[in-house]
């Protein structure tokens, strides 16, 4: 085990972790901010109920987001120095600017809206919250801008043997960065409405709170069905950009070894990366793959005998974790239609709920999955084409990398477990009157 | 090369901004354990910096991301060599973080003294080691012209650094206090009062030796003998120090709070330009040192970077200074979240 081993196990488990919690600071926000105008507009005692019952369960949620944000952004500067120095001239200004223009409005808001429920007036308090979920997105915004710039670099060029930045808005405005951004806040939006539906299907087939409960479920179910479906729309505009962008990691996506048109999508492929082959292959579809990438079934698709053997990602995680991604995006789909015709009769259809209520933790993995293909599909390069990773970490001891990731683990493993268990718990306590 | 200089005095800037805010926070929660001697006093200190307390780190955030698009090698190469450090603060803003807010979240006592002890040690580890890592920085670290670093834990680890760190503590912790006078009445008030007048003589001998050991460790004076107009700095931390004995003598809080804000200001700002043009100076060879301008971003990255802050900065301060004015009130017993 090496200090890079190390650093990239530890980078991955401390952003994985830390997007267990952004999600749902993204889409439940909005969520709240919703019940709370309603509560405003119509004075409806419910709508209270509701903005603290989930205001909440957002607030825990958010405490996690932060501190273990802040120990992603010194990362870079610990274990990837090299990688600092760099690419800091284009990558430091964004992760400068998500703090200045947006998280700092989204974290002081967060004590408004905490401690000033008397302090201003009913609408004041909804705008906050608003402005939270607002700043909150626009944080995501900046963050994955910053990512999308590792993945399609855009608007530099090399000076003195660092990447400097020549066009900040070919940055911002890359296709690749607004695809990124779209795709990761849709699946937090997702995810939340999934966490409120779960957590409204577990009450009502406890039929307890059940006005309470069939509204709140109604109204993310709204919220995840038109993000599902957009999901899946933009999810395939992505795929089709990646293509061209990064033809390597769709081509580990999809298990696609040989350059060849009519490219075929396999319903499950086993790849065998010694010998440049898929060792089992079920289901081909002919065609389909050239048609995603390209719209048209005849066009070709470079396959991963075209990159040197050490350019290549390990296709095997890459296209597990793309295939678990689309079927869950799948079913997202389909659970969210199937609720919008049994909405106004949820309880006469208990396992329904029985599904929803265990569907909780599918938009977390969909999620992880997703950072898994966009950064182990983008390996061996930290910035694609442009610096690798191996080239990018810290000249560190072992020993230090390897105490801080044991600390990260047995930190993290303990703050995971209590953070969820007090959200369980305040969530099936149901709203307090 | 102008930018470069601006550049560098906003990124002190920035840590001083961040040491006044986050600072009380830290004091406070240093002192939980010791001077809330029941539920009720320990809720109302933890309520005192409730609303604010997320805000203020966020200055760390900014001065980390401005330290890395400002200075990128200077980002690299402190933080790696930094690495044990800074983890260990990180790990302590994680604990003090989510002590504030799971706390209140069951009842009983064993729950609630754990995160008690989170929020202490979480508080005093990230106060303690800002003060020797930049005690450190001033003096020098050992690290060549590849940024790699020629030492160990044991390295920072010296009589210089740990005197910063508790120089650091002190003036966190009376920041805290008068924060809770601020906030707090009756015999809490009190208390923070009376710690306020004890540590006081502690503090001002600190900061008086911590300046005349910076005359024998580092070579921050530099500056000041090349423009001796400079001291006024030093001036500055002695007046608002002694400004705080008189304060707090006439009961006037909020002044003496703000004269401790001037204190921590002031003290970082001694350091801050006995540094420059200095970021980062290595102990192997000066031709090393990591300043302002062979460690800075291009013109066009510090330009960009210039007009967001300069735009962005006031509209921030603006609306903390009103979250600060709404909840500038005593904790209500009966409004109580945390």
Known sequence: MDVLFLSRLQFAAATLFHFLFVPLTLGLSFLVAYMETKYARTGDEMYLKMTKFWGKLLIINFVMGVVTGITLEFQFGTNWSRYSAFVGDVFGPLLAIEATVAFFLESTLVGVWIFGWNKISKWAHATVMWLIAISSSISALWILVANAWMQHPVGYTIRDGRAELTDLSAAIFSKFAILEFLHTISSGYILSAFFVMGICSYHLLKKQNIEFFARSFKIALVFGLIFSFFEAIEGDIHGADVAVTQPAKMAAMECHWETKSKAPVF??????????????EIGAIPGLLSFLAFKNFDAEVIGLKEFPKDERPNVLITSMAFKIMVGLGTLFCLLTLTGWFLRNR?????????????????PYIAASMGWIVTEVGRQPWIVYGLMKTQDAVSPVSTIQVFTSLAAFILVYGLLGVIGFYLIAKNASKGPVA | MVLETIWFFLWGLLWAIYFVADGFDFGIGCMIPFIGDNELEKR?????????????????????????????????????TMYTPLMLILFGLIFRGVAIEFRENEDSKAWKLSWDICMCAGSFLPAFLFGVAFANIFKGIPFDCNGIFYGDLLTFINPYSLLGGILFVLLFIMHGALWLTIKTDGNLQQKANDLVLKIWPTLLTAILVFVAASRYATDLFANYQKQPMFYIVLLFAVAAILAVRIFVHHQLYWRAWFASAITIFSCTFFGIIGLYPNMFPSLIDPSYHLTAHNASSSPLTLTIMLIVVLLFVPVVIGYQVWAYILFKDKVDEKELVY
């Open chain 1, 267 to 280: 319903l499950f492929a086993w790849p065998d990366e010694e010998n440049e082959r898929n060792s089992i």
């Open chain 1, 346 to 362: 949820l309880l006469e259809y208990p396992l329904y709920l029985k599904i929803m209520l265990f569907s909780i933790p599918l």
């Open chain 2, 44 to 80: 109302k200190m933890y309520n005192a910096i409730g609303p604010v307390w997320d805000g203020n780190e966020v200055w760390l955030i900014t001065a980390g991301g401005v330290t890395f698009a400002a200075f990128p090698l200077v980002y690299a190469v402190m933080f790696s």
